[in-house]
């Protein structure tokens, strides 16, 4: 069976179910709890989730931050009615112009997102975007996938891309942040995911795949096993390890 496409009902859906049950984003969550631990935020702010599909990271946030107000963008309709549904502060946007004032932001946040906008630099646009609405001295919070093995070219109809940690660390830079935090993560489990995409490989002719992971039926001892392999590398990261290989990056950046 074909995995859904970014930008489709079925993508959200299922990206909704994951967010609620799989191991990794619990364990990417306890990854990013970490990084924004280590940023020291300020008691109130204002964070921007840029790209925030179902709006469950929004209320992930503002659950740990309970004096923070978070608002979120998306450029999918089917993402903004499911943000809209969960009673979140979103609007349909794109990354590449954001609808805020300069300086208005003490929070950015963008989940998976860069990987697939326009491959003719609309990463980099939306890294200059993000760093024009951030307030001096505000913080940054970027994951997106990891080149890993096999090694995946660039898909120009899906628009999709995979990143070296030097590209996205100079790309960063280049938007006028200072790198904080910058690793691949996700490196001993995502071994096992090499089997998947070699599947996937041979039974499609393009690079872009779509939304592989299956969620679970239910949590289990062995997906509570898995997140803790996860938080242990984000441990890891927030001592100063850069993992030599895994299957996305995490990056925390200061403007």
């Known amino acids: 069976m074909t995995a859904p496409r970014i ?6 859906e299922r990206m909704s179910r994951l967010e609620d049950l799989s191991w990794w984003n619990a364990g990417m969550r306890d ?15 204002l964070m921007l989730d840029v790209g925030c599909g179902s709006g469950q990271t929004m209320a992930w946030f503002t ?19 499911a943000a809209h549904r969960a009673q979140s502060c979103v609007c349909r946007a794109s990354a590449l112009a954001l ?17 697939h906008l326009p491959l003719s630099g609309g990463d980099r646009q939306a890294l200059a975007e993000l760093r024009r ?25 899906h628009s999709f891309h995979k990143y ?14 200072t790198v904080l935090r910058l690793s691949r993560v996700n490196a001993v489990l995502g071994l096992a995911e090499i089997p998947r995409e070699v599947r996937a490989r041979r039974s499609e ?6 939304l592989l ?16 392999c996860l938080r242990f590398e984000g441990r890891l990261v927030c001592s100063g390890w850069q993992l030599p290989f895994g299957r996305a990056i995490v990056a925390l950046g200061r403007g």
């Open 31 to 45: 990854v990013a709890a970490m990084l924004l631990q280590q940023a020291r935020l300020p008691r109130t702010g």
């Open 99 to 115: 609808p805020l004032p300069d300086h208005s932001v003490d929070l950015a946040m963008t989940l998976d997102v860069v990987q």
């Open 7 to 12: 930008f489709t009902p079925e993508y959200y």
């Open 164 to 177: 070296e940690p030097s590209e996205l660390r100079a790309k960063l830079q280049s938007a006028g942040f």
């Open 213 to 228: 992971a299956k969620p679970p039926s239910k949590r289990s001892r062995l997906s509570w096993l898995k997140r803790t």
């Open 133 to 157: 609405v951030l307030k001096p001295g505000g913080y940054v919070l970027v994951r997106t996938n990891a080149q890993a093995f096999p090694r995946t070219g660039d898909d120009l109809v």
């Open 205 to 210: 002719s393009f690079e872009y795949h779509g």
């Open 63 to 81: 659950q740990r931050y309970s004096s923070w107000r978070a608002i979120g963008l998306d450029v999918a309709w089917e993402a903004v009615a």
